[in-house]
């Protein structure tokens, strides 16, 4: 059985960094294409960041230059590094697989809602003015 655990999440002043992990288990994160979503209240969960099974990285011009995505294979776990931070950043912040029938362990097209196989539970970033 397939799990996402996410933790990391937490209140920053704006300019500030956080670094969230996700672990998983009942899947080898290096066979697969992994990103980072967000979602205010009201508003549709976005993509933000995906890793491929090689190592290329994609982002939304939101988040371009600010936050790093990564991944530890020794550990299973995905990272979302993120500094400068923002007050717009404040969002719920779920990682997410994408499932290999759709993406193919790659980041293209764009991560989609209907293209996410799993998803973490969910962590809250609240970045202040």
């Known amino acids: 059985e397939v799990h996402l655990v996410e933790s990391g999440g937490g209140l920053v002043q704006g300019g500030g960094s956080l670094r969230l992990s996700c672990t998983a288990s009942g899947l080898t994160v290096a066979d697969d294409a992994m990103g980072w979503f967000r979602q205010t209240p009201g508003k549709e969960r976005e993509g933000g960041s995906c890793i491929s099974r090689e190592g290329g990285m994609l982002y939304a011009n939101s988040v371009k230059g600010r936050f790093t995505v990564s991944r530890d294979n020794a550990k299973n776990t995905l990272y979302l590094q993120m500094d400068s931070l923002k007050p717009e950043d404040t969002a719920t912040y779920y990682c997410?697989?994408?499932?290999?029938?759709?993406?193919?362990?790659?980041?293209?097209?764009?991560?989609?809602?209907?293209?996410?196989?799993?998803w973490g539970q969910g962590t809250q970033v609240t970045v202040s003015s």
């Open positions: 997410a697989v994408l499932t290999i029938h759709r993406y193919g362990g790659y980041c293209n097209p764009w991560p989609a809602l209907d293209g996410v196989g799993y």
